[in-house]
């Protein structure tokens, strides 16, 4: 069955630093999201992408976060300065389409940051 | 501001009893409503809900949605110890949003 694959499982670093997860939608789906979910609470949308741009982002995407398509199968997602806040599970979704009421999101594994 | 409640946050029961889980939500265009099932790692989908589709079963689990009340009940029968996940439920909505909101989840443990 097709995945969403994301790398790395598991990121620590450093507060101030700059972290880039990636991920592998599913190759046929032209939809994408990110979503991070802080330990014990609820998943929250970042941000969702289309056509090469972004076609939607929460309060929480600031200038800090910025997604990337570099290529025709990876989506990245890159955390400039992080804070010890950003701390998360993140995942990548895809969806095969946007049409309302069908929006099926499937999600990867999930990235798991851990800012010292 | 979309919100959607779950409740319980938490249920133990044992193996073979049927549960019921909830989600209440209030959004401003709804559009659909989706379970998923988060065990260790990605949350898998489970169904989805809508103005054309409010029930669907699938083997032990369904789930109704009730458009008056703004809920959706998620029920499993002869529950089996992988079942014990967090049960998420989302909603689709906001007017075109693309993001997905979530509630807390309900953590559900089977002891055998």
């Known amino acids: 069955e097709p995945e969403v694959t994301q790398t790395p499982s598991h990121q620590v670093t450093q507060m101030g630093q700059e972290v880039i997860l990636r991920c592998v939608p599913i190759?046929?789906?032209?939809?994408f999201y990110w979503y991070r979910q802080i330990l014990g609470q609820k998943v929250e949308f970042l941000v969702s992408?289309?056509?090469?741009?972004?076609?939607?982002k929460s309060e929480i995407f600031d200038d800090q976060f910025s997604v990337e398509r570099p290529d025709g199968s990876n989506f990245t997602l890159k955390i400039r300065s992080t804070k010890l806040e950003d701390s998360a599970m993140y995942f990548c979704?895809?969806?095969?389409?946007?049409?309302?009421?069908?929006?099926?999101?499937?999600f990867g594994a999930g990235s798991r940051l851990t800012v010292l | 501001e979309d919100k959607v409640v779950q409740s319980p946050l938490s249920l133990v029961v044992h193996e073979g009893d049927t549960v019921t889980l909830n989600c209440s939500y209030e959004?401003?265009?709804?559009?659909?409503l989706l379970w998923y099932k988060q065990e260790k790692k990605a949350p898998t989908f489970l169904f989805m809900l809508?103005?054309?589709?409010i029930e669907k079963k699938s083997g032990r689990l369904s789930s109704i949605l009730d458009k008056k009340e703004l809920s959706s009940i998620l029920n499993i029968t002869a529950t089996q110890t992988g079942d014990s996940a967090i049960y998420l439920c989302?909603?689709?909505?906001?007017?075109?949003?693309?993001?997905?909101?979530f509630g807390k989840g309900t953590h559900l443990i089977i002891q055998p």
């Open positions: 979704a895809s969806s095969e389409t946007l049409r309302s009421g069908a929006n099926v999101l499937t």
């Open positions: 190759s046929n789906h032209l939809y």
């Open positions: 992408f289309y056509n090469n741009e972004i076609s939607e």
């Open positions: 959004v401003t265009n709804f559009r659909s």
């Open positions: 809508t103005s054309s589709g």
């Open positions: 989302a909603v689709e909505g906001g007017g075109g949003a693309d993001g997905l909101t």
